[in-house]
């Protein structure tokens, strides 16, 4: 039994018949941001290993507590980096220790912008406290980033179209829509703006809350759409 002639594929660009239109359709949304991200790290000095770890340890807990005591404003709490390193003295011969220094970064995440700036200052108003951000963003499961999508493709179908009745055509049927990441690394991306601040406080009042404006987003959606069109009336 022989095997049916294979079907040849359509050419790529089309026919004279039916002529292929390809267009890229974009989106640009600016929107409120929906988390906002702050790292506090507690620093140690100590001529004592022991004493030095002791009071990382505390600090570190302190700062947790601090930053756990938000509830559910705070809505992820992470550890990064961690160090601990002795600082050898300048002229000293062999491995004498000077004193040890350590640190322990904290990260975290807030749905609860009223909440931020109080939090900010406290943190930074801990022992040896170094405060970074907010950096400004949206969740990963953000409709933001559907709606970009669904409007770069209905960018596409339109300028598919004008171009079409530019030619006296109209569309037919739709050949392919693909991401632009699907044919280059970079496909589409939400730019996370950011202001940072810092510092090391120790005074008796509470300290005062910061006015923190939230920084809007903008998020970028771009497609690659095919087409096929009926004969152009040329």
Request: proline share 8%.
């Amino acid at each position: 039994m022989t095997n049916p002639p294979p079907v040849p594929s359509p050419p790529p660009y089309g026919t004279p018949e039916e002529p292929r239109l390809a267009v890229r359709g974009e989106a640009r949304l600016e929107v409120d941001p929906e988390i906002a991200r702050i790292a506090v790290t507690v620093a140690v000095r100590g001529t004592d290993r022991r004493d030095a770890l002791a009071d990382l340890t505390r600090r570190n807990t302190e700062a947790r507590e601090l930053i756990r005591s938000y509830g559910e404003a705070v809505e992820k709490l992470e550890t990064g980096a961690l160090l601990v390193t002795p600082e050898l003295g300048r002229h000293s011969r062999g491995e004498r220790v000077r004193r040890y220094h350590g640190r322990v970064r904290l990260t975290a995440t807030l749905g609860d912008f009223t909440a931020l700036g109080e939090l900010s200052t406290r943190a930074a108003d801990l022992d040896l406290a170094t405060v970074e951000g907010p950096w400004w963003g949206l969740r990963p499961d953000s409709p933001v980033h559907r709606e970009a999508r669904q409007q770069a493709v209905r960018e596409a179908v339109t300028r598919a179209r004008e171009y079409a009745a530019a030619l006296g055509a109209d569309l037919t049927a739709v050949v392919e829509v693909a991401d632009e990441g699907a044919e280059h690394p970079e496909m589409w991306m939400a730019r996370e703006a950011s202001r940072g601040f810092g510092g090391v406080a120790a005074a008796a009042e509470p300290a005062p809350a910061l006015d923190l404006e939230p920084q809007r987003q903008t998020v970028y959606a771009r497609v690659n759409a095919r087409f096929v069109m009926t004969r152009p009336q040329l």
